[in-house]
């Protein structure tokens, strides 16, 4: 009886250590997906999960994008405006639109992140809208992520989404001088 229930024990030990590891790999692979799904829907691929050079050497090959060397003093911000640029096939304004890395240039790979922002300017409204409501669409369907919705200083609103690895980003989107903003604000680490 003592040996049975030795054998049991073992049982379960070993059980629970399986679905430990399998739980991991799921939880991995889910990060892994949604992140995937978030650079190729909201950033144009730019591949953030890899760290900040491997975005700034991706944007240096982005066409319609160009490393702007004015806000570039190599402490971790680094700037890239659009020039002759389309996200999604849609045309964004020059200069207006960009994108924002803010890193520690002391890390490597993931950790070195502190934000990256893709601001995306339209000249018209219903461009403007297509690429929110794919955005959207990727939010509800692909991601499958609740929304949030939080307060700026000025008390507008605005929308906070949290993705399964322990980042997450803002989602913001209206008119500013008669031009048409998407506004999407990445951080590496959050709390909800």
Known sequence: MKRTIQVVIIMMLI???????????????DCQKAMSTFEKEFLSSCPISNGAEEVINYLGEFQGFNRNEKFDFGNGSVRFNAKDA?????PVLDEKSLFLLNYSPDLRGYESWI???AIYFF?????KDAVLNKMEKAINEDLRLAKEVKLTLANEPYERFHL???SGFNLKHGEVDDKFVIDILWARETSK
């Open 115 to 117: 934000l990256f922002q």
């Open 123 to 127: 000249e018209r409204k219903e461009d």
């Open 86 to 90: 389309s996200i999604y096939g849609y």
């Open 164 to 166: 399964p690895c322990g």
């Open 15 to 29: 059980s629970c250590s399986i679905n430990k590891q399998t739980g991991n790999n799921d939880t991995e692979s």
